[in-house]
Each structure stands twice: as C-alpha cells, then as structure tokens.
C-alpha cells in the first residue's frame, strides 16, 4: 500500500472535470495525499459534493493519508446535465466513469460511499460492477417505492398519465423538479431487493444509519443487513438523517471501515 504519512499527510484540493458516457462534465474535488488508492464519496438526493457530511467525510479520510474524490453527479452542483428524479441507474454510470478516469492514471479506488440516495448509487454500482472491494452506505433507502406516495400525493399516476409529467413545487410555488412518466417507471423499476444481493461476496459492505432518520426509516437499513452477504451494520443512535450532531461518530464508525479494506487490499 503506497500512502501519504498518515500522521501529516500533504494535502492539495483541485477540481477535476470527467466526462460520462453521455457527454456531460461531472465536476469534483480531489484531496489529494499522494496515495495510490482513492475513495470516492457521493452525495444524495438534490444535493451536492459541498454538502457537511460529504466534505467532513473528505476530511477525516485526507487526514489519514487518503486521497479522496467527491463530485457531483449530472444534473447537481457544477456538474452538465438536466436535474431528473430517479436516474439511479444513470448515477451509478456517472460514478462508473469516475472510476474509470482514474484508473486510467493508474489510481485505484479502494472504496465508494454515498450518503442517502448516493447510499442506493454506490450499492446498485456494487451488484453491478464487481471491481470495488469495500462499500459504504450511509443512511441509504431500501424500499424507494415508499417515497412516491410520501412526495408526490396519491393523484401523482393520474396526473403523470395526463399531463405526461407531474412538477414537483417548493412552498412558495416555484418548480423544484420536473417527475416525467418514463423517469417515475426508472425509478419504479429499480429495486435494491433484487440489486443487493448480486454484490460480490468478497466485496465488504457497511450501512449507518440514525434511529432517529426523519426521511429514511431505520428498518430500511435493517432490510440490507438481511441480503447482502458480506454486511455490516452500524446504527448511531438518536441521529437523523443528514447525522447533525453526530459527524464525530459517523467518522469514527466510517474511517477505520475504511482503513481496514485499504490493509487488506495492500
């Protein structure tokens, strides 16, 4: 394992610019320690690569002489592309080429972890592509069908069917997301059921998540425990879901996860 001292780690932050495999600039920060293995970190739902627990994240893991990748994803922050709900698939190619990138300049990703919808990215990547040997899911949502009705209201299908999209509105009215009837059927279609349990066995999974997740429900990471074999959980209590107040024990759960697989691999 080639690595920075992990005691005073040089540190240089640059932005780098990928392209996916639909043409569009995925934008991202590199923390760069001098290791040749890299962690990729992702962000959820309408969020971005400056969000608290991605950057603190970033952080904790340059200061142990690792170097660390956040960006993103289409359609978010810097990144080219159109906003569309779902797209879990898409993301996953979007992390699929940042993998990509770097291993042609022969960096290699020793784990990914996604926070929130990045938590169902970076699992459906997993059962997809068996290059990564270490995942993490940080408050991730296994049954995403439950969302619909909790967003959208009951009318959601029959307006999409009539309309061919239902617009998704802040409370002052404004637009926040267009939901179109082929970006709902993506999104129906993706199942972390049947996804997880095709993530190799070798490939070694953490899920944390808060009992107190206001968005996620804490069974849900109770649901991955189940399927994927090579498992294990973390529940940091009282924490919600974004883990205001428990950054210190989000590190301290995520980083020697990390670490671990790093000592593994070298």
Same mark, same amino acid.
């Given at each position: 394992m080639s690595q920075?001292?992990?005691?005073?780690? %040089?540190?240089?932050?640059? *932005?780098i610019i990928i392209p996916n495999n639909h043409g569009e600039k995925l934008v991202g920060t590199l923390h760069e320690t001098g290791s040749v293995e890299i962690v990729i970190l992702c962000h959820g739902f309408r969020s971005t690569k400056e969000t608290e627990i991605v950057v603190n994240l970033a952080v904790a893991l340059e200061k142990e002489g690792i170097t660390v990748f956040r960006f993103d994803f289409s359609g978010n922050g810097e990144s080219e592309g159109s906003f569309e709900f779902g797209n879990y698939w898409k993301e996953a190619e979007d992390l699929r080429a940042v993998i990509q990138h770097f291993n042609a300049v022969s960096r290699v990703t020793s784990a990914i972890l996604g926070h929130s919808k990045g938590g169902n990215v970076v699992l459906l990547y997993a059962s997809k592509y068996h290059d990564i040997g270490t995942v993490v899911n940080v408050s991730g949502r296994y049954n995403t069908k439950a969302v619909i009705s909790e967003r959208f209201g009951?009318?959601?299908?029959?307006?999409?069917?009539? &309309?061919?999209?239902?617009?998704? *509105?802040? #409370?002052?009215?404004?637009?926040?997301? #267009?939901?179109?009837?082929?970006? +709902?059927?993506?999104? +129906?279609?993706?199942?972390? $059921?049947?996804? !997880?349990?095709?993530? &190799? *066995?070798? !490939? #070694?999974? +953490?899920? %944390? $998540?808060?009992s107190a997740d206001e968005i996620v429900p804490v069974e849900d990471s109770k649901e991955f425990a189940k399927i994927i074999p090579n498992h294990k959980l973390h529940i940091v209590e009282g924490s919600n879901h974004i883990h205001t107040s428990h950054q210190a024990e989000l590190v301290s759960v995520v980083v020697p996860f990390i670490k671990e697989g790093l000592h593994q691999g070298a």
């Open positions: 920075a001292n992990s005691q005073n780690p %040089v540190t240089q932050q640059k *932005k009951k009318d959601f299908f029959e307006i999409i069917k009539k &309309d061919g999209y239902l617009d998704v *509105k802040t #409370r002052s009215g404004e637009v926040y997301y #267009r939901v179109t009837e082929e970006s +709902l059927m993506e999104f +129906l279609n993706t199942s972390m $059921h049947d996804a !997880c349990p095709q993530i &190799d *066995k070798k !490939c #070694r999974v +953490l899920t %944390v $998540h808060g």
